[in-house]
């Protein structure tokens, strides 16, 4: 049998995506390991920061809380729940660090508009997706007390990817406490446990009020405890709304138990799983439904997805260090005659005296160079370019090993006076592009244009 030109290149090029698909988790995995020991490493300094300067300023404290809250334990939770969590469907979901989120408690039969059709004649609405605008909007909302019926909620991680989306109903205008409940959709061909047949799995609970969270020590929100409730309740709003949909119940579907959620609360369950069947929910022609969500994948973060927030943070974050940049550059320009007359002060020869000016201005415009180009990789980040998203990282690794190689040697201090604060912007940037959904996100890119030149 003759084989054709693809058949020959075929295997090849596979075994030659399998190893590149290798050699970026390593570097990846590198990067990760590395963020995490710098965030420790960060932590320790401002520590000793901390004790030095005493309690004549306090709110050290709230930049240190800030690192360890949100850089290191997130971390340290990630890479403690890939080691001991299973990897495959126990009735629970994840949080972005791995912790065992919200139980899974309700399945759902039928299509998605479907679902929006059920969700929205029942009184629900739908959440806005997480974004910087949406956070933004949150905190002011929250502030203000101020009712905000669309607000985002946190991701929680089914099958390898986030909810699709997810319905809520504020209670009282307060931006506190809320029903709302996820929906992620199953693989093509997956079967509950015991063979049952859901095309939709959901997880509802109850916000009660916000407060911090018992593993990360975050601000967020704390759901009630018994999640039955809330899952009856969505089972009894959809049957109201009288759409046809019919309900039936696999008893015992997982063992009662009390257990913790990924904010820390108590959930109890009598382990019972509805199954709503939306199936005969008729759609009309004409109805306003949200657009479909694409079909699932293992992936957290596809290519197609809204940009994640952690690459829009870590753009933010490039974007700081080189306008830090440009405002050092700005403050020499305006002390120009200073430096020079300075140099030519310790300038041992005339002819040292005359190159002066030209060493200075030089040295200024490498500096303009490396900003503008910094600003170009910045921008190739914000469109999803992953070798981009490398260099990034690499650049500010290689600013924190400088800085803390000096700081172990005693050459040179890490204070708010001196290099403190673009230490922690770039532990930062590594802590946001080499998290999962930027990761993903990115290299979900790269292979599209793959097979877009292909």
Same mark, same amino acid.
């Given at each position: 049998?003759?084989? &054709?030109?693809?058949?020959?290149?075929?295997?090849?090029?596979?075994?030659?995506?399998?190893?590149?698909?290798?050699?970026?988790?390593?570097?990846? #995995?590198?990067?990760?390991?590395?963020?995490?020991?710098?965030?420790?490493?960060?932590?320790?300094?401002?520590? &000793?920061?901390?004790?030095?300067? +005493?309690?004549?300023?306090?709110?050290?404290?709230?930049?240190?809380?800030?690192?360890?809250?949100?850089?290191?334990?997130?971390?340290?939770? &990630?890479? =403690?729940?890939?080691?001991?969590?299973?990897?495959?469907?126990?009735?629970?979901?994840?949080?972005?660090?791995?912790?065992?989120?919200?139980?899974?408690?309700?399945?759902?039969?039928?299509?998605?508009?479907?679902?929006?059709?059920?969700?929205?004649?029942?009184?629900?609405?739908?959440?806005?997706?997480?974004?910087?605008?949406?956070?933004?909007?949150?905190?002011?909302?929250?502030?203000?007390?101020?009712?905000?019926?669309?607000?985002?909620?946190?991701?929680?991680?089914?099958?390898?990817?986030?909810?699709?989306?997810?319905?809520?109903?504020?209670?009282?205008? %307060?931006?506190?406490?809320?029903?709302?409940?996820?929906?992620?959709?199953?693989?093509?061909?997956? =079967?509950?446990?015991?063979?049952?047949?859901?095309?939709?799995?959901?997880?509802?609970?109850?916000?009660?009020?916000? #407060?911090? %969270?018992?593993?990360?020590?975050?601000?967020?929100?704390?759901?009630?405890?018994?999640?039955?409730?809330?899952?009856?309740?969505?089972?009894?709003?959809?049957?109201?709304?009288?759409?046809?949909?019919?309900?039936?119940?696999?008893?015992?579907?997982?063992?009662?138990?009390?257990?913790?959620?990924?904010?820390?609360?108590?959930?109890?369950?009598?382990?019972?799983?509805?199954?709503?069947?939306?199936?005969?929910?008729?759609?009309?022609?004409?109805?306003?439904?949200?657009?479909?969500?694409?079909?699932?994948?293992?992936?957290?973060?596809?290519? +197609?997805?809204?940009?994640?927030?952690?690459?829009?943070?870590?753009?933010?974050?490039?974007?700081?260090?080189?306008?830090?940049?440009?405002?050092?550059?700005?403050?020499?320009? %305006?002390?120009?005659?200073?430096?020079?007359?300075?140099?030519?002060?310790?300038?041992?020869?005339?002819?040292?005296?005359?190159?002066?000016?030209?060493?200075?201005?030089?040295?200024?415009?490498?500096?303009?160079?490396?900003?503008?180009?910094?600003?170009?990789?910045?921008?190739?980040?914000?469109?999803?370019?992953?070798?981009?998203?490398?260099?990034?990282?690499?650049?500010?690794?290689?600013?924190?090993? &400088?800085?803390?190689?000096?700081?172990?040697?005693?050459?040179?201090?890490?204070?708010?006076?001196?290099?403190?604060?673009?230490?922690?912007?770039?532990?930062?940037?590594?802590?946001?592009?080499?998290?999962?959904?930027?990761?993903?996100?990115?290299?979900?890119?790269?292979?599209?244009?793959?097979?877009?030149?292909?």
């Amino acid at each position: 049998m003759t084989k &054709t030109r693809s058949d020959l290149i075929g295997p090849a090029s596979g075994l030659s995506e399998d190893r590149r698909g290798r050699i970026a988790r390593i570097v990846d #995995g590198w990067f990760f390991a590395f963020g995490t020991a710098a965030a420790v490493f960060l932590a320790y300094v401002l520590l &000793t920061e901390a004790f030095a300067r +005493g309690w004549a300023q306090a709110w050290f404290i709230l930049v240190i809380y800030l690192v360890i809250a949100y850089l290191i334990l997130p971390r340290l939770h &990630t890479v =403690l729940s890939r080691v001991y969590l299973p990897d495959y469907f126990i009735g629970r979901t994840r949080t972005r660090e791995g912790i065992l989120g919200d139980p899974v408690n309700l399945g759902l039969r039928g299509r998605e508009e479907q679902i929006h059709m059920a969700m929205l004649s029942a009184g629900w609405t739908l959440a806005d997706d997480l974004g910087l605008r949406a956070n933004l909007r949150i905190v002011t909302s929250t502030l203000t007390r101020r009712s905000y019926s669309e607000a985002p909620v946190s991701s929680l991680y089914l099958f390898g990817r986030p909810q699709a989306f997810c319905y809520q109903q504020e209670v009282d205008g %307060s931006p506190g406490k809320r029903h709302h409940v996820r929906f992620w959709p199953t693989p093509e061909g997956w =079967l509950l446990p015991g063979g049952y047949q859901a095309d939709w799995l959901a997880a509802g609970t109850y916000d009660r009020s916000v #407060g911090i %969270s018992v593993f990360t020590l975050q601000v967020t929100h704390r759901i009630a405890d018994d999640v039955d409730d809330e899952r009856d309740h969505i089972v009894a709003s959809i049957a109201a709304a009288d759409l046809g949909a019919s309900t039936s119940v696999i008893d015992n579907f997982s063992t009662g138990y009390h257990s913790r959620n990924g904010g820390g609360d108590a959930i109890v369950t009598d382990g019972d799983l509805p199954i709503i069947d939306l199936s005969a929910v008729v759609v009309p022609p004409a109805a306003t439904l949200p657009a479909a969500d694409a079909p699932p994948t293992r992936s957290l973060i596809r290519a +197609g997805d809204p940009r994640p927030l952690d690459t829009t943070v870590g753009v933010v974050l490039m974007v700081v260090a080189a306008l830090s940049t440009v405002l050092s550059g700005a403050l020499l320009v %305006s002390d120009w005659k200073q430096v020079i007359s300075e140099a030519r002060a310790t300038a041992a020869t005339a002819d040292d005296v005359v190159l002066i000016p030209w060493v200075v201005g030089a040295v200024l415009a490498l500096s303009a160079v490396v900003t503008l180009c910094y600003l170009v990789l910045a921008w190739r980040v914000h469109r999803g370019g992953n070798l981009a998203r490398l260099l990034a990282m690499t650049f500010s690794s290689t600013s924190i090993a &400088t800085l803390a190689a000096s700081y172990v040697a005693g050459a040179g201090g890490l204070t708010l006076q001196t290099n403190l604060i673009g230490f922690a912007v770039d532990c930062s940037i590594i802590l946001a592009l080499s998290g999962t959904e930027a990761r993903d996100w990115a290299r979900g890119r790269q292979r599209r244009t793959r097979r877009t030149k292909a």
